[in-house]
C-alpha cells in the first residue's frame, strides 16, 4: 500500500509598515541592539496597545488578493507561553474570530493551495547566541505579522515548495511585505502528516521556524521519511515540535506539541473589537495591481516577449512597471525587454553602486526610451549606449547630451575607422599573424587596439568589419 503525505504551512509575513503593530516603534529592527522599543512592546506595566491602521489595511489587502472573505468583525487575543525573548509571557494574536477566512492560490504544476485564515498579530523578539551568553534584542517585540494557515491539502515538498514562493511573490507584488526570508521576514512552520488512507489524516508533527526554501524542503523530506520508517517498523508517530538541523538535514524533538488549551487564550480586555466597513475592504481591493501571471501573459501575447523574458521582467512589480513605462515612452518592446534583462542588469550589478531597486533608479523609463532611439537611429554605437546607460543608471541625465559629454555621439566615418584599423594592424602584428593562421578570436585584440587609437565612439561591430577586410584582403599590409 501507498503511503500519502500531508502538509499544512503556517506562514509568518512581516507587513511593511514604518512602525510596529501597537506602538510607535520603528521597524528597522536591524539597529543597534534594543533601541526601537517602547512601555509597549516591552511589556511595561501600565502601558497600553494601539493598533496601527496601516497594519490593518494591508492585512485585508493580503486576504482579498487570496480571494478569503474578510470579516467586518475581528478581535485579538492573549496566547500565553513563556520564553526569554516575550516580554509580556503573552503574545497579542487573534483566535476565534480571525480577520479572514477561506481563500485559495494557484500551483504552478496545476490545482491550487487552501486557506484556512489569515490573522493579525504581533512578533516576538530575538535571542541572540553566542559560545559566551544568549543576548536579548527586542527590537523586532511587537512587529507587525500577518499569519496564513493553510489547510493541510499540499502532498509534497514541491507543492509546498510552489506555495510559499506563489505567496511571497503575492505579498510582494501587492505592497503588503518585503518577505525577504534571509532577513526573517517570511518565516515558516511546517505540519507533516503521513497515512495509508487518503481520506484521513495521520498524526501531524510541527516543524518550527524555517527561513528557508531550501530548510522547507530538507524539513518536509526528512520529516515524510522518518515518520513512514516509524510506523512500518511498528512504532507510533507522536503529536511534536520538531526542529530542523541545516547541517545534517534532519529534524529533532523539541517538546510536545501544544494543544489551544495550553496557550490559555484570553480575550485582549485592552482592545476593542476591531469593525471594518464594507468600504474599507473595497477599497483595498482597488489598490490590487494587475496580478503577475496575467502580466506575464500579456506581455508575451501583445508585445511578443519570450516566456524567459516575462518571467524575468515580472520579477517584482516595480520593474514591470519600469519596463512598462519604457515602452509607453515609444521604444520596441524586444528591444527594451532585452536591454533591461541584460544591459541594465550588468549595469545594477556593479558592486560599486549602492543596492537599488528599480523605484529607486536616477534615470527614468523615458531616458532609457531615449537611449534606445539613438541606438535605433543609427546615431550611437551600442558599446557607447552601455557606457552612456551606466552614467544614467549613477546620475540620471539626458542621454543625448551625456553621449556628448563622453564624446560617444559620432560613429566615426570610414577613414577614420580605416585609419584606425591600420594602425592597430602595425601595432600588433602578433594578432594579425594569429588571425591568418586561423585562429579568428585573435581579431578581438586588434578590435581593441584600433579603438584605443581611434576613440572609444568607433563601433565595433564597423572595425571587425574593416579589420578582416585588411586582412583578408590583397591591400593588406602584411607585417
Given at each position: ?9 503556517e ?15 520603528a ?46 468583525r ?11 525573548d ?9 483566535w476565534?474570530?480571525?480577520?479572514c ?17 489569515i490573522?493579525?498579530?504581533e ?45 511571497r ?12 526570508m ?53 512504532g507510533?508517530?507522536?503529536?511534536e515540535?520538531?526542529?530542523l538541523?541545516?547541517?545534517?538535514g ?49 506581455f508575451?501575447r ?22 512598462e ?10 528591444s ?24 529607486q ?6 531616458e ?13 554605437a ?7 546607460l551606466?552614467?544614467?543608471?549613477r ?29 592597430a ?26 579603438r ?5 565612439h ?22
Open positions: 500500500m501507498s503511503w500519502y503525505t500531508r502538509i499544512g504551512l506562514v509568518h509575513a512581516q507587513l511593511a509598515t514604518r512602525s510596529k503593530l501597537f506602538c510607535a516603534c521597524t528597522d529592527w536591524d539597529a543597534p541592539p534594543n533601541t526601537r522599543t517602547c512601555a509597549v512592546c516591552t511589556g511595561q506595566p501600565g502601558s497600553l496597545p494601539l493598533l496601527n491602521a496601516a497594519a490593518v489595511e494591508l492585512a485585508v489587502r493580503a486576504g482579498v488578493a487570496l480571494g478569503a472573505r474578510v470579516h467586518q475581528s478581535r485579538f487575543a492573549r496566547k500565553h507561553y513563556h520564553y526569554v516575550l516580554p509580556k509571557a503573552y503574545q497579542i494574536t487573534q476565534d474570530e480571525p480577520l477566512s477561506g481563500g485559495a492560490l494557484p500551483l504552478a504544476g496545476g490545482g491550487q493551495a487552501l486557506f484556512e485564515r490573522h493579525l498579530e512578533d516576538a523578539g530575538r535571542s541572540v547566541h553566542t559560545a559566551e551568553a544568549t543576548r536579548i534584542d527586542l527590537n523586532r517585540a511587537g512587529l507587525a505579522l500577518i499569519e496564513i494557515v493553510s489547510l493541510p491539502t499540499l502532498e509534497s515538498a514541491e507543492e509546498a515548495l510552489d506555495c510559499l514562493r506563489s505567496l511573490e503575492l505579498l510582494r507584488w501587492n505592497g503588503i511585505s518585503r518577505a525577504e534571509e532577513k526573517g521576514e517570511l518565516r515558516c512552520d511546517v505540519n507533516v502528516s503521513v497515512t495509508r488512507d487518503p481520506e484521513l489524516l495521520g498524526t501531524k508533527v510541527e516543524i518550527k521556524n524555517l527561513n528557508s526554501f531550501r530548510h522547507v524542503a530538507m524539513a518536509i523530506e526528512h520529516e515524510q521519511a522518518r515518520q513512514i520508517a516509524l510506523l512500518e517498523a511498528g507510533t508517530v507522536e503529536p515540535t520538531r526542529r538541523v541545516a547541517e545534517t534532519r529534524t529533532e524533538a523539541m517538546r510536545g506539541k501544544e494543544e489551544t488549551a495550553d496557550y490559555r487564550y484570553l480575550l485582549e480586555p485592552d482592545l476593542p473589537p476591531l469593525r471594518l466597513g464594507a468600504g474599507e475592504i473595497e477599497r483595498q481591493r482597488g489598490f490590487l495591481p494587475e496580478p503577475p501571471a496575467s502580466r506575464r501573459e500579456r508575451m501583445e508585445w511578443g516577449l519570450s516566456p524567459g523574458e516575462a518571467q524575468e521582467l515580472t520579477r517584482d512589480r516595480e520593474r514591470a512597471e519600469w519596463f513605462g519604457v515602452v509607453r515612452s515609444g521604444a520596441a518592446p524586444r527594451a525587454a532585452k536591454w533591461i534583462t541584460n544591459e541594465l542588469a550588468a549595469a545594477l550589478a556593479d558592486d560599486s553602486l549602492p543596492a537599488r531597486g528599480f523605484d533608479l536616477p534615470c527614468t523609463p523615458r532609457l526610451a531615449a537611449l534606445l532611439a539613438l541606438v535605433e537611429e543609427g546615431g550611437l551600442r558599446h557607447a549606449a552601455r557606457r552612456i551606466a552614467h544614467l543608471v546620475e540620471g541625465g539626458d542621454p543625448a547630451r551625456v553621449a556628448h559629454q563622453l564624446g560617444l555621439d559620432r560613429k566615426g566615418n570610414d577613414d577614420e575607422i580605416e585609419a584606425a584599423c591600420r594602425e594592424l602595425s601595432e600588433r602584428p602578433d594578432a594579425a599573424r594569429a588571425y591568418r593562421e586561423g585562429n579568428r578570436r585573435a581579431i578581438g585584440a586588434l578590435i581593441g587596439a584600433a584605443a587609437r581611434g576613440g572609444e568607433l563601433d565595433p561591430r564597423d572595425l571587425r568589419r574593416t579589420l578582416a577586410r585588411l586582412l583578408e584582403g590583397e591591400d593588406n599590409p602584411q607585417p
